[in-house]
């Protein structure tokens, strides 16, 4: 009697066993690991970052469907990260206070810039919170951690059987979800068009960090600054791109 065999299972067979992944994708996981670790507190340990990243892995063999025009090592990649990140989001390590500072910050960027029509400068953002200048730089010091986007940020979008999250776009079948590929290409736009409106400095640190993959301690030296303010600058871009992506999505989305 032929026994039907599962997608999961079919998926596992193709692609190897859990060791053969393992030995194949160990050094992406490291990798993954090693990004995050540059941004989080002391107290994150590197074993449960490469833990749940080899869990990432597992899951993506499970989940992979080889009719899509994707590479599976562009899949594991975004199913590690995200797992790890998951990992990072149910932890809850960064402090509600932290947290709370951050949102106000945000909130100050976005009212800025509906009121002006441009990049709110430092000192705008210092004024409208009423305290100084450095005070704000150590508060943008102090939310670096809030840089982490979480999967769970991405867009979904539905359809017969529920919420597909990104995830699920990429790997899936493209003929069943276009509604899911819809919202990833939308996402897209709104994304581009945020990154457009940063002011030129902002843009040039996040080019040299996420794709050059520079250190925040060679961006300093690109730019002749120390390596703390780089890191304010940053935390500053990423709120104000969040805050862009709040304004340019429309409700519903």
Same mark, same amino acid.
């Given at each position: 009697?032929?026994?039907?065999?599962?997608?999961?299972?079919?998926?596992?067979?193709?692609?190897?066993?859990?060791?053969?992944?393992?030995?194949?994708?160990? *050094? +992406?996981?490291? $990798?993954?690991?090693?990004?995050?670790?540059? /941004?989080?507190?002391?107290?994150?340990?590197? !074993? %449960? #970052?490469?833990?749940?990243?080899?869990?990432?892995?597992?899951?993506?063999?499970?989940?992979?469907?080889?009719?899509?025009?994707?590479?599976?090592?562009?899949?594991?990649?975004?199913?590690?990260?995200?797992?790890?990140?998951?990992?990072?989001?149910?932890?809850?390590?960064?402090?509600?206070?932290?947290?709370?500072?951050?949102?106000?910050?945000?909130?100050?960027?976005?009212?800025?810039?509906?009121?002006?029509?441009?990049?709110?400068?430092?000192?705008?953002?210092?004024?409208?919170?009423?305290? *100084? +200048?450095?005070? $704000?730089?150590?508060?943008?010091?102090?939310? /670096?951690?809030?840089?982490?986007?979480?999967? !769970? %940020? #991405?867009?979904?979008?539905?359809?017969?059987?529920?919420?597909?999250?990104?995830?699920?776009?990429?790997?899936?079948?493209?003929?069943?979800?276009?509604?899911?590929?819809?919202?990833?290409?939308?996402?897209?736009?709104?994304?581009?068009?945020?990154?457009?409106?940063?002011?030129?400095?902002?843009?040039?640190?996040?080019?040299?960090?996420?794709?050059?993959?520079?250190?925040?301690?060679?961006?300093?030296?690109?730019?002749?600054?120390?390596?703390?303010?780089?890191?304010?600058?940053?935390?500053?871009?990423?709120?104000?791109?969040?805050?862009?992506?709040?304004?340019?999505?429309?409700?519903?989305?």
């Amino acid at each position: 009697m032929k026994v039907a065999t599962s997608h999961a299972e079919q998926n596992q067979t193709s692609l190897g066993s859990p060791d053969e992944l393992l030995e194949t994708y160990l *050094p +992406l996981i490291r $990798y993954h690991a090693e990004q995050l670790m540059r /941004r989080t507190p002391d107290c994150i340990e590197w !074993d %449960d #970052l490469v833990n749940a990243g080899v869990l990432g892995l597992l899951d993506s063999a499970s989940r992979f469907d080889p009719e899509r025009e994707v590479q599976f090592k562009t899949f594991v990649s975004y199913r590690v990260r995200g797992a790890m990140i998951d990992y990072l989001r149910a932890s809850d390590w960064f402090p509600r206070k932290l947290r709370d500072t951050a949102k106000e910050i945000q909130a100050a960027l976005q009212q800025l810039e509906r009121q002006h029509g441009r990049p709110a400068k430092e000192t705008e953002v210092a004024e409208a919170l009423g305290i *100084p +200048l450095q005070t $704000y730089r150590n508060r943008l010091q102090n939310v /670096r951690g809030m840089s982490i986007l979480y999967f !769970d %940020d #991405l867009p979904t979008a539905s359809n017969d059987d529920g919420c597909l999250d990104v995830l699920e776009t990429i790997a899936g079948n493209p003929q069943e979800e276009p509604e899911c590929q819809t919202a990833m290409n939308e996402f897209i736009d709104y994304l581009a068009t945020a990154v457009d409106a940063l002011p030129q400095r902002e843009r040039i640190v996040l080019t040299l960090y996420y794709y050059e993959e520079l250190s925040m301690k060679e961006i300093a030296a690109v730019f002749e600054l120390t390596e703390s303010r780089i890191s304010q600058i940053h935390s500053q871009l990423v709120l104000r791109l969040r805050g862009l992506l709040d304004l340019a999505v429309p409700e519903g989305k």
